[in-house]
């Protein structure tokens, strides 16, 4: 992977970014500021005044064809240690460090460290031997008091997300302690509960329409589009627009996104909003496929297992990193399709994360549930162990594709925002290892070493 090296002088952003189909939209550098200024008042342009010279734009350069994903090396029977230590990553670390250079200075509501944080030992939990992964420092433990003492009473006080017995469950999830691993440079406790809000209303509409209290593929569709209508709200006739809006109020997970996306909103610019909704839908879509195979009693082949995984995955809370942290990605660069292919990989990946910590969980629950090890033992007639250790390699395959795919956007566009906003989908990804390896209180690991 090239190191992009330093970010480039302010006079050559507009260049970098042109080569990703954008032009500044009259906006100049501000495109890439992270800061939306109010412009002053125009003066009035007499009728006679002869119309500016037209600016040359400077031609699109197409992208690079997308490569395969890369294999990483596969993990052996007797489960080595973890990967990630000490291997040189020369771009993905310049990456990690975000932008800096002349200009940069006012990307950051805080100021960025100037080296990344030692790693701290994590309060309970082991890694998955063999898993690809980054070790992240302790969270901030004032940060994560204050947002799990504001995360719990919007839960109770505001929304009346779940009932009294639940409460243990809910404070085991350890959503403060999630949302501060996983974005770090958020600005304010107020930023982080942006992201916080809209994680714990995903995990409510999860938990009460498809899996643990109460949920069934049994028509999941009408549900998830009458909750989606809480983020994309419905544009119908005066007559029936009130019972769409009581409707909003009538269960829990409804509630909650309703109220999420109206704090979401007022940090938000109308584009993220719309990308937001976007990778919801596209949420909703893999709920539903799984759905589908469970009414069936459908084991998917493992590429249609990835595939659906592909949507019902942790992409919305990555793509949303540059409004926690207080800045926009300008929507033509997010669009770009290799951004969009960092961001398929980095959910794809944590998802599979996921897949393997919620392993024996899953496993003791009734019914069968679908995770990647159970459909490579499955459909490849594998043992469990091998199944899972498989699962694993696949999952180190996604992170070295993501990383390398990070690393060459960042040198092929080092526009401030992009190395900023590929910070911290990166950092999102160490976060989310971290929040799953250390809540022992939902996970345990499978006995296979």
Not at 346 to 351: E, L, M, P, S, V
């Amino acid at each position: 992977m090239p190191d992009p090296g330093p970010s480039p002088l302010r006079s050559s952003l507009p260049g970098a970014a042109a080569r990703f189909g954008t032009h500044g939209h009259g906006r100049g550098i501000e495109a890439f500021g992270g800061v939306r200024p109010t412009p002053p008042e125009a003066a009035p342009v007499p009728p006679e005044a002869p119309a500016p010279p037209a600016v040359p734009v400077p031609p699109v350069v197409p992208l690079p064809p997308v490569v395969p994903i890369r294999p990483a090396a596969p993990v052996a029977p007797d489960g080595p240690a973890p990967a990630a230590a000490g291997a040189p990553r020369p771009a993905l670390d310049r990456i990690l460090r975000g932008p800096s250079g002349l200009g940069t200075a006012g990307l950051y509501l805080t100021r960025p460290r100037e080296e990344p944080p030692a790693p701290a030992d994590p309060p309970a939990g082991i890694p998955i031997p063999g898993l690809y992964h980054h070790p992240v420092a302790e969270p901030d433990p004032a940060r994560v008091e204050e947002v799990s003492r504001r995360i719990k009473a919007w839960a109770v006080d505001e929304v009346e997300l779940f009932p009294p017995d639940w409460e243990d469950q809910f404070d085991g999830f350890s959503l403060g302690r999630y949302m501060v691993a996983c974005h770090p440079d958020a600005p304010t406790v107020d930023h982080l509960m942006i992201a916080t809000r809209l994680m714990a209303a995903e995990n409510a509409v999860d938990d009460y329409y498809c899996e643990d209290h109460g949920g069934s593929p049994i028509g999941l569709g009408g549900r998830l589009l009458l909750a989606h209508t809480a983020l994309d709200p419905l544009h119908t006739t005066a007559e029936y627009q009130p019972d769409w809006a009581r409707s909003l109020q009538s269960d829990a997970p409804r509630r909650a996104y309703r109220s999420a996306m109206e704090y979401f909103l007022q940090e938000a610019t109308p584009s993220q909003a719309d990308r937001y909704r976007h990778d919801m839908a596209r949420l909703h879509l893999g709920y539903l496929a799984e759905a589908s195979w469970a009414e069936t009693e459908y084991v998917p082949e493992v590429w249609e297992y990835l595939s659906m995984r592909q949507f019902n995955n942790f992409r919305p809370c990555p793509t949303i990193t540059d409004t926690v942290g207080g800045y926009e990605l300008p929507a033509d660069l997010h669009a770009q399709p290799a951004m969009q292919r960092v961001l398929a990989l980095a959910g794809n990946a944590t998802t599979i994360v996921n897949d393997l910590y919620s392993y024996t969980k899953e496993l003791a629950s009734p019914g069968t549930h679908l995770n990647l090890p159970v459909v490579i033992a499955e459909r490849e007639d594998r043992s469990v162990r091998d199944a899972y250790l498989k699962a694993v390699e696949v999952h180190n395959d996604l992170m070295h594709a993501f990383e390398a795919e990070a690393a060459d956007l960042a040198a092929a566009c080092p526009v401030p925002n992009v190395l900023r906003f590929l910070r911290g989908v990166a950092v999102w990804v160490d976060g989310n290892h971290y929040w799953h390896r250390t809540n022992t209180y939902r996970y345990s690991l499978p006995d296979f070493w």
